[in-house]
Structures are given as C-alpha cells and as structure tokens.
C-alpha cells in the first residue's frame, strides 16, 4: 500500500520526452481547418506560435484552456499566437466538437484575434502526434522552429510564459 | 453493517489501533488529495494538484481514505493474531482509486502503449486512447467502483475478525 504512495509522488518527477524527433526541428508544413477554412502552418511564419493538439474529454485540456484564457493580457503583449486544434478525430475516442468545448469552457477567446480554434488534420496528427497524446503542445519561434513540445499548458505555464516572454528554452 | 461495527469496536478499543487508524486517514487523505485531481495535471501528483479539487473528488478522497483507515487496523489485528487477511480486494480497490487519474490524460499511457506496439504491432492504434478516454469520461462510475471494493474489503477483513473473536471464545 505505501508503495502505492510512494509510486505516485515519484511521477511527479518523472518528465516524458513527448517530442516526435529531437528538439529544436522545423516545424513540418501540414494544414488543419478553421472555420471551415484550410490553414497550413506556414502561414505563421514570423509570428510565435502554441500548436495546441488535444481531445476535448481530456480533463487537463479543460484546465488548460481555462489557464490559456486567464493569461490573455500576457499573450497580447507578447503577440503569441494559439492555435488550439481538436485532436484528429478527437484522438479516436468521442466527445464534444470545438465550438461547443470552447463555448463552455472558454467563451472569451471566440472574438480574440491571437486565438485560431480548429481541427487538426490526419497528416498533421501523422506527423505531429503520432502516439496519440491526448493534450500535446509545440512552441514554435518566428522562424518555423520548434522550440519545446510538452503536455498540460496549465501545470506547464511557465515554459509557455517563458518563451512568449523570448527567454531561451533550451 | 453490524459485522463492521463489532470488529471495529473490538479492534479500535485497543489504543494502538487508534493511532494506526488516524495515521493511515491522514496519510491516505493526503495520498487521495493529491492523486484524484491529477487527471487535471496531466499525471502529476502533487500539491499543485490541490488546486484542481472539487467537491466530488473532495468526498471521494474522504471515503477512499476512510475505509483504508478502518481497514488497516483490522488486517494489522488479524495478522498479528496469526490469521488471514484479505487484501486483494483492498489493493484492487487502492489501484483504481490511485492510478486511474494518473492514466486518465497523462503521456504515460501512450508511451507504455508506443513501446508495447514496437513488440506487439497489433497492440498500437488507438487502444490506449480508448482506456484514457474511457477513464476520462468514466472517473466517477471508477472511483464508486474503488470505494465499493475498499469496502467490500473492510468487511470480508471485519468477518474474519470476528469469526477469529468467537473461535477464542
């Protein structure tokens, strides 16, 4: 039984190298939808960009985009870029669409400008979440370069914060 | 019901046993505390965990912890009495308890599942995304489960401290 305990607090350690090749790599330019639109992620060229991959039963996903909203004014001053895109088919298992996910849990964000809300496509979940991480990010500098990958923008603001802020990463 | 009752009470009158039981509630409490929110953390038990309680996960981990501090005296007794304990059913229940919001939407599953697959393709795709979802969106119907089976426990362990006080008497 006290192994048990002691088994969960050691996973607070533990970090997982969630990155589909070694970081810092170049950004692959593959499309998602928005708004019925396709996007391709070179279109962010320049700016800092969060690629958000998640599945909207994933309960850090609700926390984050919770967190993600609380911090606006910091991303308006540092012109990050948010593009929270539904897993490729949620990730395989149902739940709710984005629209409906956003409205609940994050109703401001609609009629911001540095928030891109959509669905990630198969060759970008091929490429970028191949083993199906159900709340993955990428942080990608202005020169389409991945900077860091990690789970959880709510326990993992700092990383954000720091890279919205030009602070290095690695 | 009774059977609990009387096994605590023969159980709980020693004092010893009263500190096991209030050291176990307070351990486990902090255990259930940090662990059932880290469906909301991504896996990670800790105190930022705490953050993410709510009133659900609050009395789960009351229960949970509740149960384990009743039943630990009593296997404690029984062993010391030179009988059988029951704990499987306890651990199944403990394992529920601790590890579903730490699969729930942490890398580890789709880790454990990636390495699996490399060895056993036909264990790849999305099966653990089934489990995590399910977990996800079954947490509730998981944790009644767990606080079921500590109970089921603690009474199987009640019995047994009873049938072993008549067979002295």
């Known amino acids: ?170 | 019901m009774n059977t609990i009752i009387s096994a605590l009470k023969t159980v709980l009158k020693i004092q010893s046993y009263q500190w096991i039981a209030s050291i176990s509630f307070l351990l486990f409490l902090m255990l259930y505390l940090t662990t059932l929110p880290a469906s909301y953390t991504g896996g990670y038990s800790s105190f930022e965990a705490l953050q993410y309680l709510n009133p659900i996960l609050i009395s789960f981990s009351l229960l949970m912890s509740l149960l384990v501090a009743l039943m630990m005296p009593l296997i404690i007794y029984l062993i010391r009495q030179g009988q059988k304990s029951s704990k499987s059913s306890a651990t199944g229940g403990l394992l529920i308890g601790v590890l579903a919001p730490m699969l729930c939407c942490s890398p580890l599953l789709p880790i454990a599942i990636g390495f699996i697959a490399s060895v056993l393709p036909a264990m790849g795709g999305t099966f653990g995304i089934q489990i995590q979802g399910f977990i996800a969106t079954h947490q509730i119907e998981l944790f009644t489960a767990a606080s079921l089976l500590l109970w089921y426990s603690l009474y199987q362990n009640a019995k047994r401290v009873i049938r072993g006080v008549q067979c002295r008497t």
């Open chain 1, 1 to 170: 039984m006290f192994a048990l305990i002691l088994m969960s607090q050691s996973l607070a350690a533990w970090s997982f190298n969630l990155a589909p090749q070694k970081v810092p790599f170049a950004i692959p330019n593959v499309s998602f939808t928005s708004q019925s639109k396709q996007h391709s992620l070179s279109d962010y060229k320049g700016k800092k960009v969060i690629l958000w991959l998640f599945s909207t039963w994933c309960h850090t996903c609700v926390a984050s985009v919770k967190a993600m909203q609380k911090n606006q004014v910091l991303w308006n001053k540092t012109g990050l870029v948010i593009l929270a895109l539904r897993n490729y088919d949620n990730g395989g298992y149902p739940g709710v669409n984005m629209p409906a996910f956003m409205q609940k849990f994050a109703p401001k964000v609609k009629s911001l400008n540095n928030w891109v809300i959509g669905e990630a496509s198969q060759q970008m979940d091929e490429k970028l979440n191949a083993k199906k991480f159900p709340d993955i990010y990428f942080l990608i500098d202005e020169n389409g370069i991945v900077q860091s990958v990690n789970t959880a923008p709510n326990i993992s603001m700092d990383i954000i914060l720091k890279f919205a802020n030009g602070s290095t990463l690695q």
